[in-house]
């Protein structure tokens, strides 16, 4: 299953970037996201590599990642890797800066299922996911935009 959406934001690409990047502003946009936990983490500029477990509350339960950063080139990329016995996601942030105050956040995801259960249940729940990145992705745009 693959999600492609994006949105127009009236703040610099780095203002957005930094939205994307900072686990705080993360706890306020990510849907269900309980807890961010380091296992590794080099010091900028080599944050490709940084792997971590995420615990995020799906339909009630608490699931686990387990989660590697593949792709971080500030202002512009940011990728991870994300892993579940049942699956693999891969989540792309790229931003594009179309003028001074206005960026575009382009969001991608692939999900790579492991079994035929796990395909079955992302096709039946893939209206659930878009609608879940698409609030996901009008936070970050309103966090963005009330950045001083």
Same mark, same amino acid.
């Given at each position: 299953m693959n999600i492609e959406l994006s949105a127009q934001i009236a703040a610099p690409a780095s203002r957005v970037f930094s939205v994307l990047d900072d686990d705080a502003s993360v706890q306020r946009w990510m849907v269900g996201l309980e807890e961010t936990v380091y296992l590794s983490r080099p010091e900028p500029p080599e944050v490709v /590599?940084?792997?971590?477990?995420?615990? %995020?509350? *799906?339909f009630g339960r608490a699931v686990e990642y387990? /989660? @590697?950063v593949i792709r971080y080139e500030p202002p512009r990329y940011l990728a991870i890797r994300? *892993?579940? $016995?049942?699956a693999t996601v891969e989540v792309q942030y790229e931003l594009e800066q179309t003028d001074d105050h206005l960026s575009r956040l382009v969001y991608r995801t692939q999900m790579i299922e492991?079994? $035929?259960t796990a395909a079955r249940l992302a096709s039946l729940m893939a209206?659930? =996911? @878009? @609608? %879940?990145?698409? =609030?996901q992705l009008q936070s970050i745009k309103k966090i963005a935009e009330k950045s001083d």
């Open positions: /590599g940084t792997r971590f477990r995420q615990r %995020v509350r *799906e387990l /989660g @590697k994300l *892993e579940h $016995p049942r492991s079994d $035929p209206w659930y =996911t @878009k @609608k %879940v990145a698409n =609030t």
